[in-house]
Every structure is written in C-alpha cells, then in structure tokens.
T-cell receptor
C-alpha cells in the first residue's frame, strides 16, 4: 500500500513565524500535491510538483512556497505565518497519468492541523 | 474553468437506509470522475472512479455512474452502515493530474 506520511498531526505556531510542513511518500510517485481543507470550501490546491525541483502554483499559492529536493519529499513553507492560514493541510501523491486524460488516483496523508496564534 | 458541485450536508440517515449524494460538474470535454471518502481523523482515500461516459464505478457497496448527458456522478448505496459515517468528496481531473474537488458532504448514520 502507498504510504504518505505527514510529519505532524497537530502544530501550533505564532504569527510571523516561518513554518515548515513535511510530506514523504514511499511509492516513488512523480506527482505530489499540497492542499488546504476548510469547512464549506472543500480542498483547495496550493502547489503541486511533477518532478524533483519542479513546482507549479495551484489555486491559492499566496503566502506559501514549496520545496522538492528529493522525489519522495515535498515540503510546504509558510514564509510568515498569519492567522488566516490556520487550517488542515493535506499532502497527496500520485503516479503520472496515462495518455491525455489522467485517471490516476491521488493518495493522501492523514493531514496536519495547523493553528496560527 | 472546471468545477464540481455537491449537495450540501450534513446528511443524517438511519442504518440500512438508501443513500444518494448528488454531484454535478462543469468541464470542457470529458474528465475522469472520482469519489473520495474521509473518515474521522484521517486523510482522503479513493472510494471509486469512472473514466468515460456510462462507466460505473463501484466499491464497498457504493456505486456511481458517469452521466455525460446530465454531467453528473451521483453516489449511491443501497443500505448504509454506521461505519459509512464520513465526509464524501466528488472530484474530477481533466488533461493533467490536478484534481478539482467539491466542497464535501458530511454523512452521519445513526443506529
């Protein structure tokens, strides 16, 4: 089974701090994703990566950056944490799609519930 | 752009009741469609998928049929159990690996 591991289940940080959320997958997947999950808004894509050192902005990249130095690890960075970044953060990975229409499922970690005080 | 609309929750049913959670989508062309489930305290996991029109995805007693004419992918189960209590997300992807999710529907099954 694919295992996606997020480094922390719960995290509390202060406004203005630089925050690192770590995600590791063990299935040699090319694609990795960071989402945030908020009530009534579902999941929104922050950043994703198709390969090592590659990254693309998702729907809500403002205030975030990412790092993918190794294939198995994808880090989300909050450059200067703010209270509106309090949320559940979910990491996912998937193999590349076949052909033009991708139907490869994404595999999710258990999430990190981040509180910014 | 692409979008997914799910019926608003929460949904509360008695055990053994019939379940339908509606999902419709807007997309150019024919995306792949998915249902993900999130059990309490966990991440999302794939429940079922369909990749072309008229395909039926099924898993754990749940079913959904890809209806191109109504751009829908409604989730159904004939007899729900308490263990089905979770949040259910409809999603699509189209042309790349990015998923577009609905807002989720919280389902609670009471004994």
């Amino acid at each position: 089974d694919v295992k996606v591991t997020q480094s922390s289940r719960y995290l509390v940080k202060r406004t203005g701090e630089k925050v690192f959320l770590e995600c590791v997958q063990d299935m040699d997947h090319e694609n990795m994703f960071w989402y945030r999950q908020d009530p009534g808004l579902g999941l929104r894509l922050i950043y994703f990566s198709y390969d090592v050192k590659m990254k693309e902005k998702g729907d809500i990249p403002e205030g975030y950056s990412v790092s993918r130095e190794k294939k198995e690890r994808f880090s989300l960075i909050l450059e200067s944490a703010s209270t509106n970044q309090t949320s559940m953060y979910l990491c996912a990975s998937s193999p590349p799609g076949q052909g033009h229409y991708s139907n490869q499922p994404q595999h999710f970690g258990d999430g990190t519930r981040l509180s910014i005080l | 752009g692409n979008s997914v609309t799910q019926m608003e929750g929460p949904v509360t049913l008695s055990e053994e009741a019939f379940l339908t959670i509606n999902c419709t989508y807007t997309a150019t062309g024919y995306p792949s469609l998915f249902w993900y489930v999130q059990y309490p305290g966990e991440g999302l996991q794939l429940l079922l998928k369909a990749t072309k029109a008229d395909d039926k995805g099924s898993n754990k007693g749940f079913e959904a049929t890809y209806r191109k004419e109504t751009t829908s992918f409604h989730l159904e189960k004939g007899s729900v159990q308490v263990s089905d209590s979770a949040v259910y997300f409809c999603a699509l992807n189209f042309g790349n690996e990015k998923l577009t999710f609905g807002t989720g529907t919280r389902l609670t099954i009471i004994p």
